[in-house]
């Protein structure tokens, strides 16, 4: 097992009023427009553009890929994202698609959304997706062990799910509205990081509480606790509810409040979203052209 | 008198639970309103005065920290010692020109006060605190706690029931207090110092000092660690320097009428403390 | 995983967020302004007139009249006329209407109140916009309510008015502190005085506008401007029924000494050095953000700033860590920026005492770290501040900064931490940071202050009483408590 060695770590408390006052307030800063150009296509950079519904066919997988590694066909100067988000039988289909252009395959895994069936069956559920290309592994934290308060098997199921990684990235979804408060999220993140994880993430979509600002800023400062403890730098993907350009500009914010500029990079922040894209052009062109676009003017992959 | 000659008392200072002499050695004569020799009481000087508010200070803490249950029970004890004394004390006013009835009647007056404010004890905050709903995600609430020590001049007249009147709403609620008494009270606030000693009411929480009023009240108002002066019996020409000098560490000065009883009162010997608490999970 | 800044186009995005002023746009000022008496404004009698500056640019911004002693007698003698010809037989409801009338225009205005305030005083627009000018709607909203309810709020009480009040503001929240005072005192069926900061008098002309605008009888509301000779007039003046004062301990005591040789009925919310209690079992995080909130908002000229840091011995170098990497984000500058979070000192005076006590720290020998920022070429600022190694005896421990410097001192168990929060002559508020309840509840018993955060800071309600202990004033303002400073037993009552 390929455990990373660490001190015990150190949790401490989050209050819920202080936290969500300080998120508020990060929402409300202001940006200025020379530099909201460079703020969208970082944006743009870290999307983890995704589709994770039963219907999704090769066909769809490949207008997503189209769409991912030019995302506006008329204006090469926007950037690709940052990977494609796909379930495993779609990761082959996405892997050919996406080749030699820069942009990632990510693949859930581990029987998500639940998590919920044998170990091995999980990690041999990541081992195939990498086999087929995926290069980073979005699972999920076993709410039930740690909700029944088993936080070893917690943390030897991430580890697990690490070395069945190989070399592909790990990113480990907490799904925070099921967890019960910021309190069991910073745990839950702290153990996490703690297990081998290169992300945290804060929900996979399939539930209706989404990743909320507050929340992410619960998370980032696990984040700077873990790196302040242990010198290893973690990742924070935010996914779930995640649709304008106005929300995307928030977490980049909190991210860059929080744990500082480093941060604002693919390699430690992603948006998992499948229609913030189109707002980003939305918003783009408008910055070009001056006007106000409208829906027919993006292209729905 | 039966050829009996009368053991007349000798009054001594009343300070942390004892009975000092006053270090000025200074005594004057308390003579009935027909000019019998009644006893002899202790002039107090501004060093007497010092010892007296440092002896309420280190009892502060600890009387405010009772339950305020107890205290009740400590203010109810010293209405039946008084009552008890009840015989004693109409003598004491009958002494100072009072007549019978009236003498009776202050008596009981000033026990059913004691009475009335060992009731307070543990109504204060549910009358005078509050909850308050402030807009945003706080348990947010207010609630009285003493000013601390206390120096009350109290009133001459009437003696007993004044006396009760000011002291019992400043000490309900945890404060401790140094009372001046002025020469045409001493006999009675004295006598009540004894009722005090054997009441439970713990040393340094009542601090009597008898004497020149007039010429402790400066030294009090002036004294960086009294909270607030009860200003309810002092005498009407205190100079306008003394006055303007509790301003030195912003005191509370505190007028009110000799006789009034109401949680009013007992406000004028209280702070009140704001406290927000946060509401998430 | 693919490496994103190879071969990237896109120019490299940190959070340079910029330059977002707030229109100055929505202001309209008037050149000269004069004093506000018997409903209009009218020439001071003075003769005399003093410039307001913007801080953030020393830009004068108008000329206010100042008021002397004749001034302020034909203020006291409007705000009398208007007490005994009608509003002390205005009836609740009545009153209750008004001040419903001024809570809604303010709410309409509020943008232009809080630009003006952010000219006037330096404080940061975010600040303006989300504290103060909420805060004062909601100040004579709530009031409002009580107007017409005195009777519960005193029950077996006959209470009346006092009558005139005078009423002195500081520089700090002017608006703010101008609602706090003005709220309770017209809800109670009284008539104002009232006399804004020297350095601040704008809002308070402003807010002359909103009263006609209302139709607030004349005289209810005089405003006379001016510095401390035209307060001391109003203070020494002998058809006062009751003075209220927010401002410096040392002129609080100045005013008691007046008051308690004429029995008049005060009340002072002065000074304060609040301690900010930190344990090692606190939501550290939230506890840092407290903290910062604590000292550097409104550049720390707040009387309840937690201006003492007390943090458990077992976390400290943790802590001050954080607590300065914290500090590398605040933005100093621009207060009509809406990303500026440390505004402009108010003046050049409170400047000049800030870095005195500043260097005093430095020659007692306790240890400065300041927040590496670029301050503007003009106007007054003073880079956020911390002292470590801070002793009990030093100045910056014991004295009122008034300024964004927070002095870092250490305890060892919850009874010390007790004992240094409480060594002090002032008592207005102290902060609590424990996820532990009943140490909180434990703290806040024992805190000798009247305000007592926990898990939290620099707060503030309407409806929540604020004022303190010791020399920190006497009186409360806001809620029941505060309501009861601007009332009196009626005559032949106990």
């Given at each position: 097992m390929n455990a990373p060695t660490y001190a015990p770590i150190r949790t401490t408390s989050v209050d819920q009023m202080g936290l969500e006052a300080r998120a508020d307030e990060l929402g409300s800063r202001s940006i200025k427009t020379s530099s909201k150009r460079a703020a969208l296509h970082l944006a743009v950079r870290c999307i983890d553009l995704t589709t994770l519904e039963g219907a999704d066919t090769p066909g769809k997988v490949a207008s997503l890929c189209r769409k991912a590694t030019r995302p506006d066909a008329t204006n090469p100067g926007i950037p690709p994202v940052a990977a494609v988000c796909v379930y495993p039988e779609m990761v082959a289909h996405a892997a050919s698609a996406v080749a030699g252009t820069g942009v990632a395959v990510a693949s859930v895994a581990g029987a998500f959304p639940s998590g919920l069936s044998d170990l091995d069956v999980r990690t041999d559920d990541i081992r195939c997706a990498v086999a087929d290309g995926a290069d980073e592994i979005d699972i999920v934290l076993n709410r039930s062990a740690f909700l029944s308060g088993d936080l070893s098997t917690v943390h030897d199921e991430v580890a697990a799910s690490k070395e069945a990684c190989g070399d592909a990235h790990l990113k480990v979804i907490l799904e925070t509205g099921e967890l019960g408060g910021y309190e069991p999220?910073?745990?839950?993140?702290?153990?996490?990081?703690?297990?081998?994880?290169?992300?945290?993430?804060?929900?996979?979509?399939?539930?209706?509480?989404?990743?909320?600002?507050?929340?992410?800023?619960?998370?980032?400062?696990?984040?700077?606790?873990?790196?302040?403890?242990?010198?290893?730098?973690?990742?924070?993907?935010?996914?779930?509810?995640?649709?304008?350009?106005?929300?995307?500009?928030?977490?980049?914010?909190?991210?860059?409040?929080?744990?500082?500029?480093?941060?604002?990079?693919?390699d430690r922040f992603r948006l998992g979203a499948s229609s913030l894209l189109n707002d980003i052009l939305l918003q783009l062109g408008r910055l070009d052209s001056g006007r106000y676009g409208g829906p027919d003017y993006v292209t729905l992959d | 008198m039966g050829g009996h000659l009368p053991v007349n008392k000798t009054f001594k200072l009343f300070i942390g639970g004892a009975f000092p002499r006053s270090e000025s050695g200074h005594t004057f004569q308390l003579r009935s309103d027909d000019g019998r020799l009644l006893a002899n009481a202790a002039r107090a000087s501004r060093k007497d005065l010092r010892e007296a508010v440092r002896a309420a200070r280190s009892a502060q803490a600890g009387w405010a920290g009772r339950t305020a249950y107890n205290r009740g029970q400590v203010l109810y004890r010293v209405a039946e010692m008084l009552d008890a004394r009840r015989d004693e004390f109409v003598a004491v006013l009958r002494d100072g020109g009072r007549s019978d009835e009236?003498?009776?009647?202050?008596?009981?007056?000033?026990?059913?006060?004691?009475?009335?404010?060992?009731?307070?004890?543990?109504?204060?905050?549910?009358?005078?605190?509050?909850?308050?709903?402030?807009?945003?995600?706080?348990?947010?609430?207010?609630?009285?706690?003493?000013?601390?020590?206390?120096?009350?001049?109290?009133?001459?007249?009437?003696?007993?029931?004044?006396?009760?009147?000011?002291?019992?709403?400043?000490?309900?609620?945890?404060?401790?207090?140094?009372?001046?008494?002025?020469?045409?009270?001493?006999?009675?606030?004295?006598?009540?110092?004894?009722?005090?000693?054997?009441?439970?009411?713990?040393?340094?929480?009542?601090?009597?000092?008898?004497?020149?009023?007039?010429?402790?009240?400066?030294?009090?108002?002036g004294h960086l660690d009294v909270n607030a002066v009860d200003l309810s019996g002092a005498p009407a020409d205190l100079p306008d320097e003394a006055l303007a000098d509790a301003a030195e560490n912003v005191k509370r000065l505190v007028h009110g009428d000799a006789t009034a009883a109401s949680p009013s009162v007992i406000a004028q010997f209280l702070e009140m403390k704001t406290v927000w608490h946060p509401i998430g999970r | 995983m693919a490496d994103p800044k190879s071969d990237d186009p896109t120019p490299e995005f940190g959070l340079d967020y910029a330059p977002a002023p707030e229109s100055t746009a929505v202001v309209s000022l008037a050149d000269e302004y004069g004093l506000?008496?018997?409903?209009?404004?009218?020439?001071?009698?003075?003769?005399?007139?003093?410039?307001?500056?913007?801080?953030?640019?020393?830009?004068?911004?108008?000329?206010?009249?100042?008021?002397?002693?004749?001034?302020?007698?034909?203020?006291?003698?409007?705000?009398?006329?208007?007490?005994?010809?009608?509003?002390?037989?205005?009836?609740?409801?009545?009153?209750?209407?008004?001040?419903?009338?001024?809570?809604?225009?303010?709410?309409?205005?509020?943008?232009?109140?809080?630009?003006?305030?952010?000219?006037?005083?330096?404080?940061?627009?975010?600040?303006?916009?989300?504290?103060?000018?909420?805060?004062?709607?909601?100040?004579?909203?709530?009031?409002?309510?009580?107007?017409?309810?005195?009777?519960?709020?005193?029950?077996?009480?006959?209470?009346?008015?006092?009558?005139?009040?005078?009423?002195?503001?500081?520089?700090?929240?002017?608006?703010?502190?101008?609602?706090?005072?003005?709220?309770?005192?017209?809800?109670?069926?009284?008539?104002?005085?009232?006399?804004?900061?020297?350095?601040?008098?704008?809002?308070?002309?402003?807010?002359?506008?909103?009263?006609?605008?209302?139709?607030?009888?004349?005289?209810?509301?005089?405003?006379?401007?001016?510095?401390?000779?035209?307060?001391?007039?109003?203070?020494?003046?002998?058809?006062?029924?009751?003075?209220?004062?927010?401002?410096?301990?040392?002129?609080?005591?100045?005013?008691?000494?007046?008051?308690?040789?004429?029995?008049?009925?005060?009340?002072?919310?002065?000074?304060?050095?609040?301690?900010?209690?930190?344990?090692?079992?606190?939501?550290?995080?939230?506890?840092?953000?407290?903290?910062?909130?604590?000292?550097?908002?409104?550049?720390?000229?707040?009387?309840?700033?937690?201006?003492?840091?007390?943090?458990?011995?077992?976390?400290?170098?943790?802590?001050?860590?954080?607590?300065?990497?914290?500090?590398?984000?605040?933005?100093?500058?621009?207060?009509?920026?809406?990303?500026?979070?440390?505004?402009?000192?108010?003046?050049?005076?409170?400047?000049?005492?800030?870095?005195?006590?500043?260097?005093?720290?430095?020659?007692?020998?306790?240890?400065?770290?300041?927040?590496?920022?670029?301050?503007?070429?003009?106007?007054?600022?003073?880079?956020?501040?911390?002292?470590?190694?801070?002793?009990?005896?030093?100045?910056?421990?014991?004295?009122?900064?008034?300024?964004?410097?927070?002095?870092?001192?250490?305890?060892?168990?919850?009874?010390?931490?007790?004992?240094?929060?409480?060594?002090?002559?002032?008592?207005?508020?102290?902060?609590?940071?424990?996820?532990?309840?009943?140490?909180?509840?434990?703290?806040?018993?024992?805190?000798?202050?009247?305000?007592?955060?926990?898990?939290?800071?620099?707060e503030f309600d309407a409806a929540s009483p604020f004022g303190g202990y010791k020399e920190s004033g006497f009186g409360r303002e806001g809620g029941l408590q505060g309501l009861g400073a601007y009332v009196r037993d009626a005559e032949g009552q106990a």
């Amino acid at each position: 097992m390929n455990a990373p060695t660490y001190a015990p770590i150190r949790t401490t408390s989050v209050d819920q009023m202080g936290l969500e006052a300080r998120a508020d307030e990060l929402g409300s800063r202001s940006i200025k427009t020379s530099s909201k150009r460079a703020a969208l296509h970082l944006a743009v950079r870290c999307i983890d553009l995704t589709t994770l519904e039963g219907a999704d066919t090769p066909g769809k997988v490949a207008s997503l890929c189209r769409k991912a590694t030019r995302p506006d066909a008329t204006n090469p100067g926007i950037p690709p994202v940052a990977a494609v988000c796909v379930y495993p039988e779609m990761v082959a289909h996405a892997a050919s698609a996406v080749a030699g252009t820069g942009v990632a395959v990510a693949s859930v895994a581990g029987a998500f959304p639940s998590g919920l069936s044998d170990l091995d069956v999980r990690t041999d559920d990541i081992r195939c997706a990498v086999a087929d290309g995926a290069d980073e592994i979005d699972i999920v934290l076993n709410r039930s062990a740690f909700l029944s308060g088993d936080l070893s098997t917690v943390h030897d199921e991430v580890a697990a799910s690490k070395e069945a990684c190989g070399d592909a990235h790990l990113k480990v979804i907490l799904e925070t509205g099921e967890l019960g408060g910021y309190e069991p999220v910073r745990r839950a993140s702290m153990l996490a990081m703690a297990a081998g994880a290169d992300f945290i993430k804060t929900s996979t979509g399939k539930i209706p509480k989404a990743a909320t600002p507050a929340m992410a800023l619960c998370m980032a400062e696990a984040i700077r606790e873990y790196a302040h403890q242990t010198g290893r730098a973690v990742g924070f993907k935010a996914a779930g509810g995640i649709r304008t350009s106005k929300q995307a500009w928030h977490y980049l914010v909190l991210m860059g409040e929080t744990l500082g500029p480093e941060w604002l990079t693919p390699d430690r922040f992603r948006l998992g979203a499948s229609s913030l894209l189109n707002d980003i052009l939305l918003q783009l062109g408008r910055l070009d052209s001056g006007r106000y676009g409208g829906p027919d003017y993006v292209t729905l992959d | 008198m039966g050829g009996h000659l009368p053991v007349n008392k000798t009054f001594k200072l009343f300070i942390g639970g004892a009975f000092p002499r006053s270090e000025s050695g200074h005594t004057f004569q308390l003579r009935s309103d027909d000019g019998r020799l009644l006893a002899n009481a202790a002039r107090a000087s501004r060093k007497d005065l010092r010892e007296a508010v440092r002896a309420a200070r280190s009892a502060q803490a600890g009387w405010a920290g009772r339950t305020a249950y107890n205290r009740g029970q400590v203010l109810y004890r010293v209405a039946e010692m008084l009552d008890a004394r009840r015989d004693e004390f109409v003598a004491v006013l009958r002494d100072g020109g009072r007549s019978d009835e009236s003498a009776r009647n202050e008596v009981e007056q000033a026990v059913d006060r004691w009475v009335w404010y060992a009731g307070w004890a543990d109504k204060v905050h549910q009358v005078l605190g509050t909850v308050n709903p402030v807009a945003g995600p706080f348990f947010n609430f207010t609630y009285p706690e003493p000013t601390g020590v206390v120096v009350q001049a109290v009133p001459d007249d009437p003696p007993l029931l004044g006396l009760a009147s000011r002291l019992a709403p400043a000490i309900v609620t945890g404060n401790t207090s140094v009372v001046l008494a002025g020469e045409a009270a001493a006999l009675v606030a004295m006598s009540l110092a004894e009722v005090l000693t054997t009441s439970d009411v713990p040393g340094g929480v009542v601090n009597i000092l008898t004497g020149d009023r007039a010429g402790l009240l400066p030294w009090a108002l002036g004294h960086l660690d009294v909270n607030a002066v009860d200003l309810s019996g002092a005498p009407a020409d205190l100079p306008d320097e003394a006055l303007a000098d509790a301003a030195e560490n912003v005191k509370r000065l505190v007028h009110g009428d000799a006789t009034a009883a109401s949680p009013s009162v007992i406000a004028q010997f209280l702070e009140m403390k704001t406290v927000w608490h946060p509401i998430g999970r | 995983m693919a490496d994103p800044k190879s071969d990237d186009p896109t120019p490299e995005f940190g959070l340079d967020y910029a330059p977002a002023p707030e229109s100055t746009a929505v202001v309209s000022l008037a050149d000269e302004y004069g004093l506000f008496i018997g409903g209009e404004f009218v020439e001071p009698r003075s003769g005399r007139t003093f410039d307001t500056i913007n801080p953030a640019t020393e830009e004068r911004l108008a000329t206010v009249a100042e008021g002397d002693a004749d001034d302020v007698d034909r203020a006291v003698a409007a705000a009398r006329t208007a007490f005994e010809d009608h509003w002390s037989d205005t009836p609740g409801s009545v009153r209750a209407r008004y001040l419903y009338r001024i809570a809604r225009q303010l709410q309409e205005r509020s943008r232009e109140f809080a630009v003006l305030e952010t000219m006037d005083g330096g404080k940061p627009i975010r600040e303006s916009r989300d504290v103060d000018l909420p805060l004062v709607a909601a100040h004579f909203f709530h009031h409002a309510g009580w107007a017409d309810k005195l009777e519960y709020a005193f029950p077996n009480r006959d209470v009346a008015p006092h009558g005139v009040v005078g009423q002195i503001v500081p520089w700090n929240f002017p608006l703010l502190m101008a609602a706090w005072k003005l709220a309770p005192a017209l809800a109670c069926g009284n008539t104002v005085v009232l006399k804004p900061a020297e350095t601040t008098p704008l809002t308070a002309l402003l807010l002359a506008e909103v009263l006609r605008d209302v139709d607030l009888p004349p005289g209810v509301v005089n405003i006379v401007t001016g510095a401390g000779e035209t307060g001391a007039a109003l203070v020494e003046h002998r058809d006062i029924d009751k003075l209220a004062f927010t401002g410096s301990t040392g002129v609080g005591k100045q005013i008691q000494r007046s008051a308690a040789v004429r029995r008049l009925p005060l009340t002072l919310e002065l000074g304060g050095k609040a301690a900010n209690v930190v344990f090692e079992d606190a939501a550290i995080d939230q506890a840092v953000e407290g903290v910062i909130n604590g000292i550097y908002f409104n550049q720390g000229h707040v009387c309840c700033a937690g201006s003492r840091l007390l943090v458990q011995e077992s976390i400290t170098d943790d802590f001050v860590e954080r607590l300065k990497a914290r500090m590398t984000r605040l933005r100093v500058g621009d207060p009509l920026d809406k990303n500026t979070d440390v505004g402009a000192i108010n003046s050049a005076e409170q400047l000049a005492r800030i870095t005195a006590l500043v260097e005093s720290g430095v020659a007692e020998g306790a240890v400065l770290h300041q927040a590496p920022c670029d301050l503007p070429p003009k106007g007054f600022w003073f880079t956020p501040s911390v002292f470590t190694g801070v002793q009990q005896s030093q100045r910056i421990a014991r004295e009122e900064i008034f300024g964004p410097v927070l002095a870092v001192q250490t305890f060892r168990t919850p009874e010390e931490a007790v004992e240094k929060a409480n060594n002090s002559p002032y008592g207005l508020s102290a902060g609590v940071w424990t996820e532990k309840g009943s140490k909180i509840l434990w703290m806040a018993e024992r805190l000798r202050a009247g305000v007592i955060w926990t898990n939290s800071f620099n707060e503030f309600d309407a409806a929540s009483p604020f004022g303190g202990y010791k020399e920190s004033g006497f009186g409360r303002e806001g809620g029941l408590q505060g309501l009861g400073a601007y009332v009196r037993d009626a005559e032949g009552q106990a």
